[in-house]
């Protein structure tokens, strides 16, 4: 259903685009097109015809709902299901499920902030970088099932990559972050999933974070890019973030375990 309709903005995309490819010719004196049959056709400054930016403007809504439609159906991967979910406040011991989450990606991009912000609802701006690993726990309720989601915090440097090697066999989930602003952050995203193809199981599942979104005036990785990787790799979720601003950063772990408990239905 959804196919189709894409397929018929596409379509009228073509012939959009068709239209303005003639009508600016025409504008240019080359003969075709109606402007070409203006009473007094004046190729040196051509009158632009007002149509034309009527069909521009269509074009541009087209390509944005097509960009729009692209998104959602990276995330249309994840649960469809409205599970309640429970964010806990307070660790609790009789949670009936659990699991270990991996959080990769190159130095400096705010995982460690990411985890804080999650579990802490605090921001660190001050840089310390984690040393070898740490772990951090988030608790939730989803259906009023209480689960506990352990989070492997690695650190980014080439120095403990080797230390963290065991982390990804056990886990169930590998959230790859980047930073929006740094674009050798963006591009090493091929090396952390490839770790992840050589270390971790096959049917990993992985989320991909774009984080620093507050620095929008800095960015350099833009959110087609990421989708277009989160499309050709397999990603389960996209999602930009803040840590400094809280923005969805939270998300992040209920989407994680809204999956997981779904994966855990039906097995
Ligand atoms: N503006 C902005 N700065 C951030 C954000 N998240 C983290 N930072 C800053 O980026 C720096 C690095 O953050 P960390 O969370 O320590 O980065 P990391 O990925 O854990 O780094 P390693 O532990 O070295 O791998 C710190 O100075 C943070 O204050 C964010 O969302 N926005
Ligand atoms: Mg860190």
Not at 75 to 104: A, C, G, H
Not at 142 to 171: A, C, H
Not at 239 to 256: C, D, P, R, V, Y
Request: proline share 3%; glycine share 4%.
């Amino acid at each position: 259903m959804k196919n189709k309709f894409i397929k018929k903005i596409n379509l009228l995309n073509i012939i959009y685009l068709f239209i303005i490819i003639f009508e600016l010719i025409g504008d240019w004196g080359l003969g075709i097109g109606d402007w070409a049959q203006s009473p007094i056709p004046n190729p040196q400054s051509p009158i632009p015809n007002p149509l034309i930016l009527v069909y521009i403007f269509a074009l541009l809504i087209n390509i944005n709902i097509i960009k729009i439609n692209k998104y959602s159906k990276i995330n249309k991967k994840m649960s469809q299901e409205n599970y309640t979910v429970e964010v806990l406040s307070q660790e609790i011991s009789d949670f009936e499920l659990s699991f270990k989450i991996i959080i990769i990606g190159d130095s400096g991009v705010g995982k460690s902030c990411l985890c804080l912000r999650a579990t802490k609802n605090v921001f660190e701006s001050l840089y310390s970088p984690t040393i070898g690993f740490e772990f951090m726990t988030f608790f939730i309720k989803v259906d009023d099932k209480p689960m506990k989601l352990q989070m492997w915090d690695t650190y980014g440097q080439e120095v403990y990559r080797s230390l963290i090697t065991s982390f990804y066999t056990n886990s169930s989930l590998a959230i790859v972050v980047y930073s929006i602003e740094n674009e050798d952050s963006f591009s090493n995203l091929e090396f952390w999933l490839n770790e992840l193809r050589l270390k971790g199981n096959a049917d990993i599942n992985i989320f991909l974070i774009g984080n620093k979104a507050d620095l929008e005036d800095k960015r350099k990785a833009t959110k087609d890019m990421a989708q277009q990787f989160a499309e050709t790799n397999k990603i389960k979720l996209f999602l930009e973030t803040s840590a400094k601003t809280g923005f969805n950063a939270q998300n992040i772990f209920i989407e994680a375990a809204k999956l997981l408990y779904e994966q855990h239905l039906k097995f």
